[in-house]
């Protein structure tokens, strides 16, 4: 697998990711899509690790893994942040009995 | 001598009762509104003392410097490199003969007012006014700099305006004060136009050591330099100048064409018209062309000029006043008159003849007026077509009023014949000049409608039958589907008025009988006061520095043709208007019978429909200010609606886009930083290397 391939994925990723946060109107698909750009950058960062950074830091171990460690990094961000969100569309279904974004336009005023 | 604090005193006197008054008595001791009167009486009565004092500081302090004006130092107030704006005090004969006039009469007239304005709810604001008034007369006489002169000049102004619309709610008496204010107004561009003249020659007059503010370096410089040659002012430019002083001593003393707003004036308090619009303010215009006679005596246009116009006056004024129904406008045509006398006279170069007119005009006018009053506060209406036969029970008020008008007429030897056949005289010693000429013809008519108006006004008051007062004239109003006169209170209580009225009263009245022979003996000084032959005269002429005015003396001639005319209208006036008390009730106007005339007459000669319909509303509304309310409306306010409807529309469009939804603004966000990262890919080569 080359590092092309990896980051035409990981853009696909994330566009999807992207479209699904902005034309959505579940909240609930807005946050997985979140999470699907979540995961296209995560993958971005990984490739990088293992494509790029290695050459000319081959005498440092930790520099090498800094990609990967990123990505872990990422992902208990990302988890701390879902819960996080599942908390605000919780307390927005509280309040309007609807989990709907479109209706949601509070901010206007 | 008076020291200068002494004579700022007699100006600053009565600013302390006004403020004291304004400050104090008025928000806080209203309910003894009477010591606001008791104040400004106490003032202006040490006042009188101080400019007595002055009077004979300037007449006797040296007697080689007799008439010479007292030097006071003067306070620079701004200074502007060549032009420096002065302040002080100038005292000379004009001066100290106008402080003692201004304190004296309005001394009189305040104690008056005790008694005619004690049931007024505005009693203290009256006097507040008043004290301002006052304060502001006699700083305009006492102002050394033409600058601070005007400033006096704009404040007599207010104060009038103020005084006239005292009774606010009264729309006659607003709009009479808003007249006033306008009209007089229209003249003082002129003076302050030719006070801005001055100020641009301001260099021209440093270098000749002089300050072009200063009054008596305007005397100076209009004067022609000694080697023959011409002064600093001189010529067209002088023309100017004096003309420009002279409009603003028109619109102030009613001259002929300014003179419409002071008939209306008689809408404020009686006693107000007889301080303000008959002794002094009105007469602050002949002081002024008096205070430049040196420069006006340098220009021969401005001269006729000033005594056609004075000499027109004095007929056309006294015209009108033969057919009004109301006895303080009769006055006030009278007042007009007599300034026109004082006008053409000087106009003529009577200098001392014109002020010493001013000085009796002053006492016997004040007295006419306060007759009026007492003659209102009895009958409840200023309509004498609803007086008559009020001698019987007025009797000290018809004796005081019967010196008064023959001191108008001038009838020997009341005070107006001394001061009017001195004018007479100085004028016919000019008949060389065609102006002169007419301005004596003039002057001559005037004196028969003087004693014709004068004992239509006395006949119809005091004599005949009493035909009803103020409750009869609200009836007939009522009957006739009439709005209400104003003014009219309709309470009639026939009776004398008190004594605080006729006291002071009957002060002027003393004065009004000898103040003319005593102030200018025309023979030889008097065996018991010591006063010298032509004193006032003389003294006036001592006190002009540049200019020595010739005094006519005596003529026995020219005493009986004005006496004689005197007596012709005084005759003409009883065999029309006199009744025998207890006669019918007659209420048909003998002069009605020349019906065009009478109708021109009542109307004014048309000149308040001249002004008011066809230049202000036709030319003036219509015409120009059609035009500037166009361009506002059309090219001002289209711009601004034009500005304003740009960010109305605009933000309109921008609030479109506030919908509230975040997936809304995250789509712009995102197609924003794609725009920028497009925007590096393309140009941003340089910073990426």
Not at chain 2, 34 to 61: P, Y
Not at chain 2, 349 to 375: E, R
Not at chain 2, 521 to 549: D, M, N, R
Not at chain 2, 587 to 592: C, H
Request: net charge neutral.
């Amino acid at each position: 697998m080359s590092l092309e391939a990896l980051l035409i994925v990981s853009a696909i990723l994330f566009a999807i990711g992207l479209y699904g946060t902005l034309a959505r109107s579940n909240v609930i698909a807005v946050l997985m899509s979140l999470e699907i750009m979540f995961n296209a950058v995560n993958l971005t960062l990984v490739a990088l690790a293992k494509f790029v950074a290695p050459q000319g830091l081959q005498d440092n171990l930790a520099n090498a893994l800094t990609g990967q460690v990123f990505a872990v990094f990422v992902i208990t961000v990302a988890a701390a942040e879902i819960a996080l969100g599942l908390g605000i569309v919780l307390a927005m279904y509280r309040n309007t009995e609807s989990v709907d974004l479109s209706q949601a336009t509070q901010l206007r005023n | 001598m008076p020291s200068e604090a002494v004579v700022w005193s007699i100006l600053f006197l009565p600013v302390a009762a006004f403020l004291i008054t304004s400050l104090i008595i008025r928000p806080f001791l209203n309910r003894y509104s009477l010591l606001s009167g008791l104040l400004l009486i106490l003032c202006l009565a040490v006042a009188f003392g101080l400019s007595l004092w002055a009077l004979w500081a300037v007449n006797d302090a040296d007697a080689a410097h007799r008439g010479a004006s007292l030097e006071f130092p003067v306070h620079t107030w701004l200074d502007l490199g060549s032009a420096q704006i002065q302040m002080g005090l100038l005292l000379d004969p004009l001066t100290a003969i106008m402080l003692v006039v201004v304190t004296g009469v309005s001394l009189m007239i305040q104690i008056y007012s005790l008694g005619y304005m004690r049931h007024d709810p505005s009693f203290s604001r009256y006097f507040a006014y008043m004290a301002l008034f006052t304060a502001a007369m006699l700083g305009l006489v006492l102002s050394v700099n033409i600058l601070q002169l005007y400033a006096f000049w704009e404040l007599v102004g207010l104060a009038s305006y103020l005084l006239i619309g005292f009774w606010h709610d009264r729309p006659a008496a607003a709009a009479a004060a808003k007249k006033a204010f306008i009209v007089t107004r229209i003249g003082d561009v002129g003076f302050l136009l030719a006070i801005i003249f001055l100020f641009f020659k301001a260099d021209e007059f440093a270098a000749a050591g002089l300050n072009a503010l200063h009054i008596p370096d305007i005397w100076a410089a209009a004067q022609p330099a000694l080697d023959g040659g011409s002064g600093i002012l001189a010529g067209v430019a002088l023309t100017w100048v004096t003309l420009g002083i002279f409009a603003g001593a028109a619109g102030k003393s009613g001259q002929f064409p300014l003179h419409t707003w002071l008939p209306d004036a008689m809408e404020g308090p009686t006693p107000v018209s007889a301080l303000i619009h008959a002794a002094t303010m009105v007469a602050a215009g002949v002081f002024l062309v008096g205070r430049f006679f040196p420069v006006f005596q340098q220009t021969a246009q401005t001269m006729t000029v000033v005594a056609l116009i004075g000499g027109f006056t004095a007929f056309m004024a006294a015209t009108m006043g033969l057919v009004m129904n109301d006895i303080k406008r009769v006055m006030a045509y009278s007042t007009i008159s007599q300034l026109g006398y004082m006008m053409a006279a000087l106009g003529l170069g009577a200098y001392g003849a014109a002020l010493f007119h001013l000085f009796t005009h002053a006492f016997f006018k004040a007295l006419l007026f306060l007759c009026a009053g007492s003659v209102n506060h009895a009958s409840g209406t200023f309509n004498m077509r609803y007086m008559g036969g009020l001698r019987r029970q007025m009797p000290w008020t018809y004796l005081l009023m019967l010196i008064g008008g023959l001191s108008l007429v001038g009838i020997v030897p009341l005070a107006g014949f001394w001061s009017k056949d001195e004018i007479l005289l100085s004028v016919w010693m000019e008949r060389d000049n065609p102006a002169a000429q007419a301005t004596f013809v003039l002057l001559i008519v005037g004196v028969l409608l003087t004693a014709f108006y004068t004992f239509r006004m006395i006949f119809m008051t005091f004599h005949g039958q009493f035909r009803g007062g103020g409750e009869q004239e609200l009836k007939d109003a009522e009957e006739a589907q009439l709005p209400l006169p104003s003014g009219v209170s309709g309470q009639v209580h026939l009776a004398e008025s008190p004594l605080v009225m006729l006291a002071p009263m009957a002060f002027l009245g003393f004065f009004a009988v000898v103040a003319g022979y005593l102030a200018n003996p025309q023979w030889s000084a008097l065996p018991l006061i010591q006063v010298p032959k032509h004193w006032i005269t003389e003294y006036l002429g001592e006190g002009l520095t540049f200019a020595q005015p010739s005094i006519p003396s005596f003529s026995f001639g020219m005493a009986l043709v004005s006496t004689v005319v005197a007596l012709v209208g005084i005759g003409l006036a009883a065999r029309l208007y006199s009744r025998k008390q207890g006669e019918a009730i007659d209420l048909v106007e003998p002069l009605e019978r020349a019906r065009p005339l009478h109708l021109l007459l009542t109307n004014k000669y048309y000149l308040d429909y001249l002004y008011e319909d066809l230049i202000v509303r036709r030319w003036f509304y219509q015409g120009l200010v059609a035009i500037t309310d166009w361009v506002d409306r059309t090219l001002v306010d289209g711009f601004v609606d034009l500005l304003g409807g740009t960010f109305r529309t605009s933000g309109r469009l921008v609030t479109a886009l506030q919908t509230g939804q975040v997936q809304f603004y995250g789509t712009f966000l995102i197609f924003g930083a794609l725009v920028i990262l497009v925007a590096f890919l393309i140009f941003g080569r340089g910073i990426r290397s």
